[in-house]
């Protein structure tokens, strides 16, 4: 199978995924600290309501999502949105669940935040 056509088979959300990914490597390799913090708090709070993952490490492409566009939430609403709109895209709506199920994970990552930029 030639390259162009293993291309043409492979999902459309392929490219944006590995582009995220990306995006978080360079977040983490920036500041590998808050990156740690963000997984830690991911999974603490687990905000689907279940363990996909067996450790912060694997809320890595979430958190970078999170990250990068966390500087643009003005309040813990604006990070509960971000949250479960982050969800909704790496997952799927109904995987995702309801955006109240984010309110105590938002609560956390914005203490978190708004300590991070007093640093």
């Known amino acids: 199978m030639s390259d162009t056509a ?3 088979n492979k999902p459309e959300w392929l490219d944006w995924a590995t582009e995220e990914r990306q995006i978080g490597q ?14 830690r708090i991911l999974f603490e709070y687990d905000p689907m309501l279940i363990r996909l993952v067996g ?7 979430e ?17 509960q949105q971000l949250i479960f709109n982050v ?3 790496w997952f799927t709506p109904e995987f995702a669940g309801g955006r109240s199920q984010y309110a ?3 609560l956390a990552l914005w203490t978190s ?3 991070q930029q007093q640093e």
């Open 87 to 89: 969800f909704t895209q």
């Open 63 to 79: 958190a970078g999502s999170i990250i990068r566009s966390l500087p643009q939430c003005m309040n813990v609403d604006d990070v």
């Open 55 to 61: 450790e912060p490490e694997g809320y890595a492409p």
């Open 26 to 39: 360079l977040l983490r390799d920036t500041n590998p600290d808050w990156f740690d913090e963000v997984c």
């Open 104 to 106: 105590e994970t938002a």
């Open 6 to 8: 293993a291309d043409d």
């Open 113 to 115: 935040w708004k300590t």
